[in-house]
């Protein structure tokens, strides 16, 4: 399969919505996933607890720009979220999936890591 910008915008409506099952039916059981150039987790499971255990409620992503090249698909966003304090929270990120077949593999978000630790303190995703 081809990756395509559906796929692209069907993965991001996943996260925007927790929507755990379809992360999950997107990804591969070895799936690594890198924020802020620290590796955070490896495997799905790990992946997906990740996703869970995110400090934000009432994501929306705004997609500015999907660049696919073959295997790998580069997308730039705003994700417009609450912290599960209550703070506003914008986030500006790119991130860069490789995939194997309709699965990605490799997931590196690069956000504003200083933006991060300041809104969300020790609950930084990045960290």
Not at 79 to 88: N, R
Not at 99 to 114: I, M, N, P, Q, W
Request: a negative charge; one cysteine or more; charged letters at 30%.
């Amino acid at each position: 399969m081809t990756v395509t910008k559906q796929l692209i915008e069907e993965i991001n409506r996943a996260f925007e919505t927790s929507d755990y099952s379809a992360l999950e039916s997107h990804s591969t059981d070895d799936v690594r996933w890198t924020i802020g150039g620290r590796t955070q987790v490896r495997g799905k499971k790990d992946f997906i607890q990740m996703c869970k255990d995110a400090p934000f409620e009432e994501v929306k992503f705004l997609i500015t720009s999907i660049i696919i090249d073959g295997d790998q698909a580069v997308v730039e966003s705003i994700m417009h979220a609450k912290t599960k304090d209550g703070k506003a929270y914008q986030q500006y990120i790119c991130d860069v999936y490789h995939f194997v077949g309709d699965k990605f593999d490799e997931l590196r978000s690069y956000v504003d890591t200083a933006y991060d630790k300041e809104v969300l303190k020790e609950e930084s995703v990045a960290a």
